[in-house]
């Protein structure tokens, strides 16, 4: 006899940003290899079922702590396709640089686990927006994915050059024209 209904009580949003947060805590603590989902649902004040309900996995639970703690600005499209590319990259840039342990994580361990988590929260949503914004600039041209690579990875080898990602008047006299033309 189900209704589609789901039985017991209503997720409370708040209790899921208590564990996000505690979560980010102990892996900023302890890091990805000993964090342990027991020593969230204590800090967080939640049975490890209930933790379980919520996220299956270490992984599952890693990789919606790290989208949860600085969600990707989003980009609302315009009539500009060229502007809306040089806001996504702005964002990017702005987002890295704010966010330096995760490029460490992905320098220092790139196929451990926690590098495949911050790839999935943070890298792929911004290649992935990227890509989008680019096809409307430049079409379904063969090589899209490849241009569209060049965009972040230019604000990543800036970053580790220099010590900052490129300002606004940079990506936008430099790093795009090097994917559009």
Do not use: C
């Not at 009539?79 to 966010?99: K, M, Q, S």
């Not at 929260?121 to 680019?134: D, G, N, V, Y």
């Amino acid at each position: 006899m189900s209704n589609g209904r789901r039985r017991g009580r209503p997720r409370d949003p708040a209790v899921d940003r208590v564990i996000l947060r505690e979560t980010l805590a102990l892996l900023d603590s302890g890091g990805y290899e000993r964090l342990r989902m027991a020593d969230v649902g204590r800090k967080a004040g939640v049975g490890l079922g209930s933790l379980y309900r919520r996220w299956p996995t270490k992984y599952a639970l890693v990789v919606d702590a790290l989208r949860a703690a600085a969600p990707a600005r989003e980009v609302e499209l315009t009539d500009d396709p060229v502007e809306d590319l040089a806001a996504v990259l702005e964002a990017f840039a702005e987002e890295l640089g704010d966010r330096g342990t995760l490029l460490a994580v992905l320098l220092t361990d790139p196929a451990s686990e926690v590098a495949a988590a911050v790839r999935e929260a943070k890298i792929h949503p911004a290649s992935e927006a990227t890509r989008e914004r680019l096809h409307r600039v430049i079409g379904p041209v063969p090589d899209l994915q490849i241009r569209a690579d060049v965009g972040p990875a230019l604000i990543f080898q800036h970053l580790l050059l220099h010590g900052a990602p490129p300002e606004e008047t940079q990506i936008r006299e430099h790093i795009l024209p090097l994917m559009t033309h």
